[in-house]
Structure formats: structure tokens, C-alpha cells
């Protein structure tokens, strides 16, 4: 029987453009960095400056968007498109700007996932414009930076789980699931 661990293997090898990076090891986490949102800005400038009038949404999502928060030193841009699949609409662009492909998941929401070597550590994820995975970023983007006791919790769950050692920084994402779906419960009642 194939276990559930190499079902996900497989999914991550998959998804990546290239081979899939293994971590073998903890997740480092930094505390958080002020220059972090000026770094975003940076990084947004350079995506409007390729994509013009195309981007419908650009935000700076994840953890380090949200002061006060441990993060791994990566930042995570939001970048909302017509249509993600259509990568001839928007993929030359952005490799002209420096960007490379480095995960394409078309079961999940058609999903890309871009980095700029040479640049700041950073997740470009593209969506297309209605997917629901764009809502939830922001959600709980917002609910951590309002709440306190949601933001420690997720810090406190995010330091627990980077002290085990992962193959994939994915597999540590994805033990985060838990704790994340409750904030987002907790932020959907609150906004009802």
C-alpha cells in the first residue's frame, strides 16, 4: 500500500518545474523584519513595471506581511491575472524581468508559483482572477494582523513544527493546515 507521505512525494515532484528542492532538515525561521514590506514594494514595483495593466490584484501575503510574525526570510507575492493557465499572456514578461517558473499545479486552481534568482527570496503565486484561494490568503492575512492571540498561536505552531526535520519545505506547509483553517474560521464568523 502506498502511503500517504509518498502520494504527496509524488504530487510535489509533479508540481515543480525541474526538480523538486529538498530541504532534509528544519525550516529556519527569522523574527520579523521591518524592511521586509519595503522589500515587497520592490518586488511589486518590478512585477507592475512587466505586467502593466494585467495585474487585476498584487498583494504582499504570508508571513512576512505580517508584523511581528516569525517567517522564513521569504516573501510571498499575491499576483491575481485574467487567466494563470494562459502563461503566453504573462510568462514572457516576467521571465524578461528576471522570474522563472518553478511550480505549475493545474489540479490546484492552475497555480503558478514563480522565483527571481539573483533577487530576494520570494513566492510569486499567480491565480486567476474568482479562484477562492485568493480570498483565503488575504483572510487570514488580515485576521493575523488583527488578532493577537490568532497571530501567537500561529507563530506558536509554526515554531513547534520548524524544530522537526522535513524532506520538503511543502511537507512543512502542510503541517501547518490544521492551525491555519482555524484562524480561517475564526475570521469568516467574525466577518459574518
Not at 102 to 114: K, S
Not at 150 to 176: C, H, M, P, S
Amino acid at each position: 500500500m502506498v502511503g500517504e507521505e509518498e502520494i504527496r512525494e509524488d504530487e510535489i515532484r509533479a508540481a515543480h518545474v525541474g526538480s523538486a528542492p529538498r530541504l532534509d532538515g528544519q525550516v529556519r525561521l527569522a523574527e520579523y523584519d521591518p524592511g521586509w514590506p519595503d522589500a515587497y514594494e520592490r518586488e511589486a514595483a518590478r512585477v507592475r513595471e512587466a505586467l502593466g495593466a494585467a495585474v487585476l490584484v498584487l498583494e504582499h501575503v504570508g508571513s512576512t506581511s505580517v508584523p511581528g510574525l516569525p517567517a522564513k526570510p521569504v516573501l510571498d507575492l499575491l499576483l491575481v491575472l485574467r487567466d494563470s493557465a494562459d502563461e503566453a499572456a504573462y510568462l514572457p514578461a516576467l521571465e524578461a524581468a528576471g522570474y522563472r517558473i518553478a511550480v505549475r499545479e493545474p489540479d490546484w486552481f492552475e497555480h503558478r508559483l514563480l522565483r527571481r534568482p539573483g533577487g530576494p527570496a520570494l513566492n510569486l503565486h499567480v491565480f486567476s482572477a474568482g479562484c477562492p484561494e485568493i480570498e483565503r490568503m488575504l483572510l487570514f492575512r488580515d485576521r493575523l494582523r488583527a488578532d493577537e492571540a490568532d497571530r501567537e498561536l500561529y507563530a506558536r505552531a509554526k515554531r513547534g513544527l520548524a524544530e522537526r526535520t522535513w524532506t520538503y519545505v511543502q511537507n512543512y506547509a502542510d503541517a501547518k493546515s490544521q492551525v491555519v483553517e482555524e484562524i480561517i474560521t475564526r475570521a469568516r464568523a467574525a466577518d459574518s
